[in-house]
Structure formats: C-alpha cells, structure tokens
C-alpha cells in the first residue's frame, strides 16, 4: 500500500515496507483478454444517453421503491 501525503505545498511518496503476494489463476485458467463485443467497447455518447434515459424510466415507472424511501 502506498499513501500520499501532503505537507504545505510538498508531495511525499511512501511505501508500505510489507510485500504481500496472492496467488491468481493461470493464464490457462482464466482469460485476462478484452471482450471486445462488450458493450462498453462499443459505447457511443448517443448510446450512453439511449442507456441513462431507458435506466431512468425504469425508475420511474417500474422500479419498487420502499415508502419511506421517497
């Protein structure tokens, strides 16, 4: 872990004196590469403005709120 901290207008960079490792899966195992069907690889501002607004009316419309909640 490394923090940051501040004096006066000064950066100072630490690091954590402890090395910790984690074992993962494998390259075999598990598949790191980018899924480029993914929406998020094909978003558009128009398709983001599509997305945000059906979210929204799903809200409004459709979405179970608790009473207290409103």
């Known amino acids: 872990v490394s923090t940051v901290s501040t004096v006066s207008t000064k950066k100072r960079l630490t690091f954590n004196p ?21 929406t998020c690889q094909k978003l558009t501002p ?15 419309k459709d979405m179970y709120v608790h009473v207290e909640s409103r």
């Open 18 to 38: 402890v090395v910790k490792l984690h074992e993962t899966f494998s390259p075999t195992d598990y598949d790191r590469r980018c899924d480029t069907n993914s």
């Open 46 to 60: 128009a398709l983001a403005i599509k997305i945000k607004e059906e979210l929204n009316d799903y809200k409004l």
